[in-house]
């Protein structure tokens, strides 16, 4: 088992649960290289089955039934943006969208160490937004949650977890992404400086 939308992109994991987050992002298609997976019911139910079996095996939890109607994926898509808007939010000074609408519910309950636990509730698309909100509140007491980012680069926007000292870590990966945008810049500054040599010979 794996997570398989986050695999495709090569990015560095994020741990525990935190990942089930990242890989919601992951889903999306990015340009010419893998297709969106939450495009319709078949694919968005077998990326969710697979998804959910992972975390409760990180869990230890038993995985909920990931059944989904026609309607579903739209609202996976949904929930993928309202996440991506808040991983971007955090990592700007911009302020988010106001997705505050209704709460979802989650259960408490001890393990058998006496810890209380969060046990997101529901099936398909209900338990998945429970799931995402339990583990994104854990992420934050944690402090984990400002390492879960987008990839600067336009062209790709992956969910990635920054493993930098001190979080400053802008690309999924510096030599693909990075190099890129760089190489793009670098040329676009010396096509300036050779426009203003050619007006000033003018």
């Keep these: 088992?794996?997570?398989?939308?986050?695999?495709?992109?090569?990015?560095?994991?994020?741990?525990?649960?935190?990942?089930?987050?990242?890989?919601?992002?992951?889903?999306?298609?990015?340009?010419?290289?893998?297709?969106?997976?939450?495009?319709?019911?078949?694919?968005?139910?077998?990326?969710?089955?697979?998804?959910?079996?992972e975390w409760a095996q990180v869990r230890g939890l038993d995985a909920p039934d990931c059944?989904?109607?026609?309607?579903?994926?739209?609202?996976?898509?949904?929930?993928?943006?309202?996440?991506?808007?808040m991983i971007a939010a955090?990592?700007?000074?911009?302020p988010g969208s106001d997705r505050t609408g209704h709460g979802v519910p989650v259960r408490l309950a001890p393990d058998a160490q006496g810890q209380v636990?969060?046990?997101?509730?529901?099936?398909?698309?209900?338990?998945l937004e429970s799931a995402l909100w339990s583990e994104t509140l854990l992420a934050q007491r944690a402090g984990l949650w400002p390492r879960l980012k987008l990839c600067r680069?336009?062209?790709?926007?992956?969910?990635?977890?920054?493993?930098?000292?001190?979080?400053?870590?802008?690309?999924?990966d510096v030599r693909i992404c990075g190099n890129a945008v760089n190489l793009r810049a670098s040329r676009e500054r010396r096509k300036s400086r050779e426009g203003s040599r050619t007006d000033r010979q003018a």
Excluded: K
């Design 153 to 172: 680069s336009v062209a790709c926007g992956s969910a990635f977890y920054d493993t930098s000292r001190n979080n400053s870590g802008v690309w999924h």
């Design 117 to 127: 636990r969060m046990i997101p509730v529901g099936r398909g698309p209900q338990w």
């Design 1 to 53: 088992m794996s997570w398989a939308a986050s695999d495709r992109y090569r990015v560095r994991q994020a741990p525990d649960g935190l990942a089930l987050v990242q890989e919601l992002i992951n889903t999306r298609a990015i340009q010419q290289y893998a297709p969106d997976l939450l495009a319709d019911r078949e694919s968005a139910e077998e990326w969710l089955t697979d998804a959910a079996e």
């Design 90 to 94: 955090a990592g700007s000074d911009a």
């Design 67 to 85: 059944t989904l109607s026609a309607s579903d994926p739209r609202a996976l898509r949904d929930l993928r943006s309202a996440f991506a808007e």
